[in-house]
């Protein structure tokens, strides 16, 4: 497991920022895709779970979720959102729970860290052994021509308050259809302020909480790059996570060998065409009992039949 220790580093952060921000909109998704084909008391598994705010919404509307995640960090806190769900500190290319779930999906382009496409087709593998016959994977990528428009060096998001500051820098690099994604944090360090200090500290709180506001998103981003100035007290953390950006051709080509029916590749609103301003949301099913035995029928009258 020692691929995901970098990820126990900003677990708190994602948990009380990104992990609730993103967490709506995918509910959304989720309800519209997935849900309607999942039974009553079904069973569902958030694969790379983060945090786990999507795993509470659905226990409360009564299935068993599981939630898994290499980051042990990560599982702790979705232990505490969703403590009623089953959870999993496991590797997403290697998880062993066969024919368990009536549903399966990972949100929030967890799928792009897997660097290589044959990671990727071992992660759909793992899927389609977990999922009941009939079962549903719904999962998102950002795709290479989303990331080459939006991932170009500058600052995207960001938070700021008394106690603590983040932002996030994406890169890409179309040549070799991999990126990253920075995360510097600032923490707040409990010290014994001097008296100018104390003097400046509501101004500035009443500044950053100002900048909070989404109008000035700008302003709070250029700040945060120069806060190692302004709070020179305060901790300095950077984290750098890798990505890849896997081609949507490769992406169904993976699903079709690992035996995945393609349903739909929409964005998260629901349109069908994907442009480079939406990820692209992938909606699967395994097949049926009935339509496996007609393919494995199909494909021994193939080998069969001389030629």
């Not at 779970?49 to 299935?63: A, D, F, K």
């Not at 428009?149 to 603590?164: K, M, S, V």
């Not at 393609?262 to 939406?278: A, Y």
């Not at 035995?293 to 021994?300: D, K, P, T, V």
């Amino acid at each position: 497991m020692t691929r995901y220790a970098d990820y126990d580093n900003w677990a708190w952060l994602y948990n009380q920022t990104m992990g609730p921000e993103y967490s709506q909109p995918q509910l959304d998704l989720l309800k519209r895709v997935l849900l309607p084909y999942i039974p009553c008391n079904g069973e569902i598994l958030d694969l790379c779970c983060g945090t786990g705010q999507l795993i509470q919404p659905l226990v409360e509307r009564g299935y068993k979720v599981s939630g898994l995640d290499g980051s042990e960090d990560m599982i702790s806190y979705a232990r505490k959102n969703a403590p009623q769900a089953t959870y999993y500190v496991e590797d997403a290319r290697t998880f062993d729970l066969e024919n368990r779930f009536d549903g399966v999906f990972s949100t929030s382009a967890s799928l792009n860290h897997l660097m290589s496409i044959e990671d990727l087709t071992q992660v759909f593998e793992r899927v389609y052994n977990a999922l009941k016959p009939g079962g549903m994977f719904v999962f998102d990528l950002n795709h290479p021509s989303q990331l080459e428009r939006w991932w170009q060096g500058q600052p995207t998001e960001g938070e700021l308050n008394a106690y603590y500051a983040w932002m996030i820098i994406p890169h890409y690099d179309a040549s070799s259809a991999t990126g990253d994604f920075q995360v510097t944090i600032f923490q707040a360090l409990n010290r014994s302020l001097g008296l100018f200090d104390k003097l400046l500290l509501p101004l500035k709180r009443l500044v950053y909480r100002l900048l909070s506001r989404p109008r000035f998103v700008g302003l709070r981003l250029k700040l945060i790059q120069k806060l190692n100035k302004i709070e020179p007290h305060w901790k300095c953390k950077e984290l750098v996570y890798p990505v890849k950006g896997h081609s949507l051709d490769s992406v169904k080509e993976a699903l079709d060998k690992t035996g995945f029916q393609t349903v739909s590749i929409q964005t998260i609103d629901g349109r069908l065409e994907i442009d480079n301003n939406h990820s692209a949301h992938f909606v699967c099913a395994k097949p049926t009992l009935i339509k496996q035995s007609q393919a494995q029928r199909s494909h021994s009258v193939a080998t069969t039949t001389p030629t």
